[in-house]
T-cell receptor, first 114, second 116 residues
Framework: DAGITQSPRYKITETGRQVTLMCHQT?????MFWYRQDLGHGLRLIYY???????DKGEVPDGYVVSRSKTENFPLTLESATRSQTSVYFC?????????????FGPGTRLTVT | AQSVTQPDIHITVSEGASLELRCNYS??????LFWYVQSPGQGLQLLLK??????LVQGIKGFEAEFKRSQSSFNLRKPSVHWSDAAEYFC??????????????FGKGTLLTVNP
């Protein structure tokens, strides 16, 4: 039971480069989410997806792009990385039945932009 | 829009002492409420949740939380803290928006230090 995985776990990239963070879940959950975690800000929602091919912006979407061609995958792309995007990124998924709205989190990706 | 306030950024307790972490929320309807715990270098793990019914909910690792509608609070408690409880704790409120769209809003977290 793999659950939800993220890759890579650590990434160092240079300003201006494109980088893609991967998220994969094995539960067939309909909803998936991307958050960033920064000191003093807690977790902030970047993008979320209600189903394959359905995505929507969260609180801090600028500079990020997402896609969801398959239910189990939800990659996050930084098209031109900036130092302000140095953060820990968490992916989460949720079943969204009427009795289950909790989100399950991956282990995170620590991204450093130099 | 919903919001969550965790008034205490950092709390230190002695091992064996009782613990209460505060959480206040703002939301116009009955909220879905959650407590998550994050150990260093790890993802977030769900401790407990409140959807409806009994306002005192039990979670994993001996934690409980009480929903108080009149105070818009959902405080987390544990009667006797263990050194392994040292972690960061996040309160979250979930709400539906735009039909079936559903999002969680997190507080900024409370860091718990446990002294031996």
């Amino acid at each position: 039971d793999a659950g939800i995985t993220q890759s890579p776990r650590y990434k160092i990239t240079e300003t201006g480069r494109q980088v893609t963070l991967m998220c994969h879940q094995t539960w067939s959950h309909s909803y998936m989410f991307w958050y960033r975690q920064d000191l003093g800000h807690g977790l902030r929602l970047i993008y979320y997806s209600a189903a394959a091919d359905i995505t929507d912006k969260g609180e801090v979407p600028d500079g990020y792009v997402v896609s969801r061609s398959k239910t189990e995958n939800f990659p996050l792309t930084l098209e031109s990385a900036t130092r302000s995007q140095t953060s820990v990124y968490f992916c989460a998924s949720s079943e969204h039945s009427t009795s289950s709205y909790e989100q399950y989190f991956g282990p995170g990706t620590r991204l450093t932009v130099t | 829009a919903q919001s969550v306030t965790q008034p205490d950024i950092h709390i230190t307790v002695s091992e064996g002492a009782s613990l209460e972490l505060r959480c206040n929320y703002s939301y116009g309807a009955t909220p879905y409420l959650f407590w998550y715990v994050q150990s260093p270098g790890q993802g977030l793990q769900l401790l407990l949740k409140y959807f409806s019914g009994d306002t005192l909910v039990q979670g994993i690792k001996g934690f409980e939380a009480e929903f108080k509608r009149s105070q818009s609070s959902f405080n987390l408690r544990k009667p006797s803290v263990h050194w392994s409880d040292a972690a960061e704790y996040f309160c979250a409120v979930g709400a539906l928006s735009g039909g079936s769209n559903y999002k969680l809003t997190f507080g900024k977290g409370t860091l718990l230090t446990v002294n031996p």
